[in-house]
């Protein structure tokens, strides 16, 4: 054997695991790909997962080689590092994509190989039609992307705030810090072309006065009736178009937007022009 093979396995639920495979096969991007167990099927222009007994999923490609040379305890984290980009790009190309996470790697080298486990997997079954792969410029769009979360932490932890639990304060905090990168306060964030002034004037407004908003409750507006601001589905739905105009800007194209599940959608975020 020449070249050391390193094999990250991953977990997550049984879409998303094959969301990822579907837009990191072999030669997609340099480094790293994604092999599953998982089969699948079109379902149109999407893709279904259609056979679940075997899951065994897992990242391997020379971008995982540091594995090999960490200490025990760091294995794990950087791990992660390394499938991070990847989570990122699938979380921004399938709105209900959630991150797939390291659960051991093993790795294979001239004179022997080892193992190192980080967690354990829990069965899942699908629920979903998946989106990730609906469209070729999906495919097209995913190398720059991904370098540029590999090389700017700030784009892979927004592409994780959109995966994760809807927060007030982390959807703040990652607008603040975006207006930020380009050097303008949250409210002139409109100016640089990645929000519509009228969902971020919601969104703060929502933001600072919600019940369980950034802010504790002395500070909020009481007198503002609940029902009239945005929620937190609408919220995370106008984050992710700010995410999304953000690396279009930075990485050039336009990424297919896809919108979160629920109902209609207030402050313009249902008008398919709108930022």
């Given at each position: 054997?020449?070249?050391?093979?390193?094999?990250?396995?991953v977990?997550?639920?049984?879409?998303?695991?094959?969301?990822?495979?579907?837009?990191?096969?072999?030669?997609?991007?340099?480094?790293?790909?994604?092999?599953?167990?998982?089969?699948?099927?079109?379902?149109?222009?999407?893709?279904?997962?259609?056979?679940?007994?075997?899951?065994?999923?897992?990242?391997?490609?020379?971008?995982?080689?540091?594995?090999?040379?960490?200490?025990?305890?760091?294995r794990g984290?950087?791990?992660?590092?390394?499938?991070?980009?990847?989570?990122?790009?699938?979380?921004?190309?399938?709105?209900?994509?959630?991150?797939?996470?390291?659960?051991?790697?093993?790795?294979?080298?001239?004179?022997?190989?080892?193992?190192?486990v980080?967690?354990?997997?829990?069965?899942?079954?699908?629920?979903?039609?998946?989106?990730?792969?609906?469209?070729?410029?999906?495919?097209?769009?995913?190398?720059?992307?991904?370098?540029?979360?590999?090389?700017?932490?700030?784009?892979?932890?927004?592409?994780?705030?959109?995966?994760?639990?809807?927060?007030?304060?982390?959807?703040?905090?990652?607008?603040?810090?975006?207006?930020?990168?380009?050097?303008?306060?949250?409210?002139?964030?409109?100016e640089?072309?990645?929000?519509?002034?009228?969902?971020?004037k919601?969104?703060?407004?929502?933001?600072?006065?919600?019940?369980?908003?950034?802010?504790?409750?002395?500070?909020?507006?009481?007198?503002?009736?609940?029902?009239?601001?945005?929620?937190?589905?609408?919220a995370?739905?106008?984050?992710?178009?700010?995410?999304?105009?953000?690396?279009?800007?930075?990485?050039?194209?336009?990424?297919?937007?896809?919108?979160?599940?629920?109902?209609?959608?207030?402050?313009?975020?249902?008008?398919?022009?709108?930022?």
């Amino acid at each position: 054997m020449s070249e050391p093979v390193v094999k990250i396995r991953v977990h997550g639920h049984v879409d998303d695991l094959y969301a990822l495979s579907l837009l990191f096969p072999e030669g997609v991007y340099p480094d790293l790909h994604v092999v599953t167990a998982i089969e699948g099927t079109k379902d149109g222009v999407l893709d279904r997962v259609k056979n679940t007994d075997h899951q065994e999923t897992h990242v391997t490609g020379p971008g995982c080689l540091p594995v090999i040379g960490a200490r025990f305890l760091e294995r794990g984290w950087i791990a992660r590092e390394i499938i991070a980009p990847l989570n990122g790009y699938a979380t921004l190309a399938d709105s209900n994509f959630k991150p797939v996470v390291p659960v051991s790697a093993s790795w294979q080298v001239k004179g022997g190989g080892g193992e190192a486990v980080f967690g354990s997997p829990v069965p899942n079954r699908p629920t979903r039609a998946i989106t990730a792969n609906r469209h070729v410029s999906l495919r097209e769009l995913l190398p720059k992307r991904v370098t540029f979360m590999s090389e700017n932490p700030m784009a892979a932890y927004a592409a994780s705030v959109l995966a994760g639990q809807p927060s007030w304060s982390e959807y703040y905090r990652l607008l603040e810090d975006i207006a930020g990168h380009h050097g303008t306060p949250l409210d002139k964030l409109p100016e640089t072309g990645l929000a519509q002034r009228q969902a971020l004037k919601a969104f703060t407004m929502a933001a600072n006065n919600r019940a369980f908003g950034r802010h504790g409750m002395s500070k909020r507006n009481a007198n503002l009736a609940q029902d009239e601001l945005m929620n937190l589905l609408e919220a995370r739905e106008f984050v992710r178009r700010v995410v999304s105009a953000w690396l279009d800007a930075e990485c050039g194209g336009l990424m297919p937007r896809d919108r979160v599940d629920g109902g209609p959608l207030r402050f313009g975020l249902d008008d398919p022009g709108a930022s």
